[in-house]
């Protein structure tokens, strides 16, 4: 094929290229913020991720819940098609009893002063190997703003990075970017724990060594200025090599970063009575109260 | 009269095309995301970067595999942590490499399938490493994935791309 009838399509090729390397390159703003863009590619989506989310849920559970039982005996199959049912409701009703559980956790949670919670459902995760972020059902219009903490009843998930309108990116712990300000929670002394990619986190920057062992809780220092303190992180698993003078230490996150489903959110200014129509309205039931 | 209808059916059909590549694209990168979050597994795939490659391979426009992977570098990009643009430029490239390759060369055969799969996978790979190494503070401290992550997630590509290659063989045979 000769060269000249190329010649469009590397035009094409090269002004694409060319406004990709000037968004990679526009800043991000301080204080940082979302930019239009992304806001509007993330409110897009988020219509299409709710939906593809319900229907794994529903198809999931169907599988799980009835289509397994399709090969059993044909002289049982009434009986199974009832039990069949009775599962699913039963499963139904366990899965709805444990998330007003879960919620019901998030309500009694004890919130850091000055800050109020708004519950978000996870809906999405992240679509590239080398990120540990997920996608929230709640944005700028529900309060949320960039580098707002999130966390579950049992512990700090990490925090907010882009805001759209109606969904959010939380960047996890365990991203290789994320990094937090812990304190151990009984010797007080401080550190830094940091994403690597893995499960768990890594504890980083801790000049007394005699303070540090296995099982050691650790809590936020506040030092980071994002997260408020005394938020539980995690729990030292194992006591890392010295390296430079300091000692690290593997730590095991409280949070399931791996298995979330729902997560509160830290904002200022947001009241109990929006945090209790938040949860109602996630479980879709009648009141929790 | 004909010449306007036959005008107004092309252009609906021009639209129902854009359209269904739409559709498909956000169904890819929402499944990247549902997918990867419900099932583990899943996060070793690069789907959006295996249609790319698929599109461009089958399809053979290179101006329509620049728009495909910018959009679905972009919509990538948006929902995850990375800077905006960073898989949008990668994929644009990847997307017209294959398209252009699907031009030129016979691809065919299942062992350039396999090689091409490989190949655009580390390239992905390492144009995003060098991009966001260019943003960031340093490559050490933003891909900490090990070499042996991307061989694996190379190896998953390369199997369900010619997986999406043997079925549109075998859907096309039947056509025929």
Redesign the interface.
């Known amino acids: 094929m000769p060269l000249e009838s190329n010649k469009p399509a590397w035009f094409a090729l090269v002004t694409v290229l060319f406004v990709h390397v000037l968004l990679i390159a526009l800043p991000s703003g301080d204080p940082p913020r979302t930019g239009l863009v992304r806001t509007l590619i993330i409110d897009g989506l988020t219509p299409f991720e709710k939906l593809f989310d319900l229907t794994v849920h529903t198809t999931v559970s169907l599988w799980g819940d009835y289509i397994a039982l399709v090969d059993t005996e044909r002289e049982n199959r009434m009986l199974q098609d009832e039990l069949s049912e009775m599962r699913m409701q039963i499963d139904s009703n366990r899965e709805q009893v444990l998330e007003a559980k879960r919620l019901r956790r998030l309500l009694d949670l004890e919130l850091p002063s000055g800050r109020e919670g708004v519950v978000a459902r996870v809906i999405g995760g992240d679509t590239t190997l080398v990120r540990h972020t997920v996608t929230v059902d709640k944005g700028s219009l529900h309060g949320l703003y960039i580098d707002a903490p999130v966390m579950t009843a049992d512990g700090v998930v990490g925090r907010v990075i882009q805001t759209a309108h109606l969904a959010s990116v939380i960047q996890l712990l365990s991203d290789a970017e994320s990094a937090i300000g812990v304190i151990e929670r009984d010797n007080r002394v401080q550190g830094l724990v940091r994403g690597d990619g893995s499960s768990s986190l890594t504890l980083e920057h801790v000049n007394d060594d005699t303070a540090m062992a296995v099982g050691i809780d650790l809590v936020t220092s506040g030092t980071d200025r994002i997260y408020p303190k005394g938020l539980p992180v995690g729990r030292i698993i194992e006591i890392l090599p010295v390296q430079d003078l300091t000692r690290s230490a593997r730590i095991e996150p409280f949070a399931a970063l791996g298995r979330l489903e729902e997560v509160l959110i830290l904002i200022e200014g947001w009241g109990t009575t929006e945090l209790i129509e938040d949860l109602e309205e996630l479980r879709g039931k009648g009141p929790l109260l | 009269m004909t010449t306007a209808m036959n005008a107004t059916m092309n252009r609906y059909g021009s639209l129902a095309t854009l359209a269904k590549f739409a559709f498909v694209s956000?169904?890819v990168?929402?499944?990247?995301?549902?997918?990867?979050?419900?099932f583990?597994v899943f996060?070793?795939f690069?789907l959006?970067l295996i249609y790319c490659i698929y599109y461009g391979f089958t399809l053979a426009s290179?101006?329509g595999s620049?728009?495909i992977g910018?959009a679905m570098?972009?919509?990538?990009?948006?929902?995850?942590?990375?800077?905006?643009?960073?898989?949008?430029?990668s994929k644009?490239?990847i997307g017209?490499v294959a398209a252009?390759a699907g031009?030129?060369f016979d691809v065919d055969q299942t062992i350039t399938r396999i090689l091409a799969l490989v190949a655009f996978t580390f390239s992905d790979a390492i144009l995003?490493v060098v991009?966001e190494a260019?943003?960031?503070s340093g490559v050490a401290?933003?891909?900490?994935?090990s070499p042996g992550?991307?061989a694996l997630?190379a190896a998953f590509n390369t199997l369900l791309g010619l997986v999406l290659f043997a079925y549109r063989s075998r859907t096309q045979n039947a056509a025929a």
């Open positions: 956000v169904g990168v929402v499944a990247q995301g549902i997918l990867s979050l419900k583990q996060a070793y690069d959006p290179p101006k620049i728009a910018s570098g972009l919509m990538q990009d948006s929902l995850s942590g990375a800077a905006l643009g960073v898989n949008g430029f644009t490239l017209f252009t031009t030129r995003k991009l260019v943003v960031r401290e933003v891909y900490t994935v992550t991307w997630s």
